[in-house]
């Protein structure tokens, strides 16, 4: 199965990274729509798309507003847009109100059942985040393969969601900050190197990539990547347009 990063940064794009958005192109599976969607019709395979949002922050929303040019470049049969339902209602009465974005897509908005199936015979689970405003993680499971996708929140290795993370052959997780801005991590929701690290280490994953980077620093290792790799050797720093098998 193949994982396509389109968008690997936060808050805001920068010069070298889109806001978050990833892709299944084999399934036709699509992970938050950030800024970065504006690339997604170069990788679709299909006619249909399901999009799974974690939450209504608008460097996770805002791409939704790019679909129209998205299917001018590959039409699409159906789109269904799936989220906790307060997070449907935030992006119908707000991201689309008439002042804001008066023609909305041709998406189903369906509220995120428990467990939602997939393509290729694989399913989607949830779990809450602590995150200001909430947010959800995703684990997608296929015969054989596995994945998980936690964004917005702040790692430990101590976390709730630890075990819903068990054993997954890959996990995407954000990393904001450096070790050396731990404290700002905490206080403002993000997660920092050494704890996403650990958080790998104890849930027994295959895998790690570290996203949702710092817009502010457009260096090549802004977090730390010899750190993560010290406790956690698996450990790779995504860019935008990398492409991951698992």
Same mark, same amino acid.
């Given at each position: 199965?193949?994982?396509?990063?389109?968008?690997?940064?936060?808050?805001?794009?920068?010069?070298?990274?889109?806001?978050?958005?990833?892709?299944?192109?084999?399934?036709?599976?699509?992970?938050?729509?950030?800024?970065?969607?504006?690339?997604?019709?170069?990788?679709?395979?299909?006619?249909?798309?399901?999009?799974?949002?974690?939450?209504?922050?608008?460097?996770?929303?805002?791409?939704?507003?790019?679909?129209? +040019?998205?299917?001018? @470049?590959?039409?699409?049969?159906?789109?269904?847009?799936? *989220?906790?339902? /307060?997070? $449907? !209602?935030? &992006?119908?009465?707000?991201?689309?109100?008439?002042?804001?974005?008066?023609?909305?897509?041709?998406?189903?908005?369906?509220?995120?059942?428990?467990?939602?199936?997939?393509?290729?015979?694989?399913?989607?689970?949830?779990?809450?985040?602590?995150?200001?405003?909430?947010?959800?993680?995703?684990?997608?499971?296929?015969?054989?393969? +596995?994945?998980?996708? @936690?964004?917005?929140?702040?790692?430990?290795?101590?976390? *709730?969601?630890? /075990?819903? $993370? !068990?054993? &997954?052959?890959?996990?995407?997780?954000?990393?904001?900050?450096?070790?050396?801005?731990?404290?700002?991590?905490?206080?403002?929701?993000?997660?920092?190197?050494?704890?996403?690290?650990?958080?790998?280490?104890?849930?027994?994953?295959?895998?790690?990539?570290?996203?949702?980077?710092?817009?502010?620093?457009?260096?090549?290792?802004?977090?730390?990547?010899? @750190?993560?790799?010290?406790?956690?050797?698996?450990?790779?720093?995504?860019?935008?347009?990398?492409?991951?098998?698992?």
């Amino acid at each position: 199965m193949k994982l396509i990063l389109l968008g690997t940064t936060g808050y805001h794009p920068n010069d070298r990274r889109q806001t978050p958005c990833l892709l299944l192109p084999e399934c036709g599976v699509m992970l938050d729509a950030g800024t970065a969607v504006h690339r997604l019709a170069e990788y679709l395979a299909g006619d249909e798309l399901d999009i799974f949002v974690t939450h209504a922050h608008l460097d996770h929303i805002v791409g939704l507003t790019y679909l129209h +040019s998205v299917m001018r @470049v590959h039409p699409l049969r159906r789109i269904a847009l799936h *989220a906790l339902p /307060e997070v $449907l !209602r935030a &992006v119908e009465e707000h991201l689309f109100a008439e002042a804001l974005f008066p023609i909305p897509p041709p998406f189903e908005l369906r509220p995120l059942a428990a467990s939602v199936a997939l393509r290729e015979g694989g399913r989607l689970t949830h779990f809450p985040l602590e995150h200001r405003g909430g947010s959800i993680g995703f684990r997608l499971d296929w015969p054989g393969r +596995s994945m998980a996708y @936690v964004t917005d929140t702040t790692a430990s290795p101590e976390a *709730a969601y630890a /075990e819903k $993370l !068990r054993g &997954v052959d890959l996990l995407v997780h954000e990393c904001y900050f450096p070790d050396r801005q731990a404290e700002w991590a905490r206080k403002v929701g993000h997660s920092h190197t050494t704890a996403v690290a650990q958080l790998a280490r104890r849930a027994s994953v295959g895998r790690l990539a570290l996203v949702h980077l710092n817009p502010l620093s457009t260096a090549d290792d802004p977090i730390g990547l010899d @750190v993560a790799r010290a406790i956690f050797p698996e450990t790779v720093l995504g860019e935008d347009r990398m492409e991951l098998e698992f």
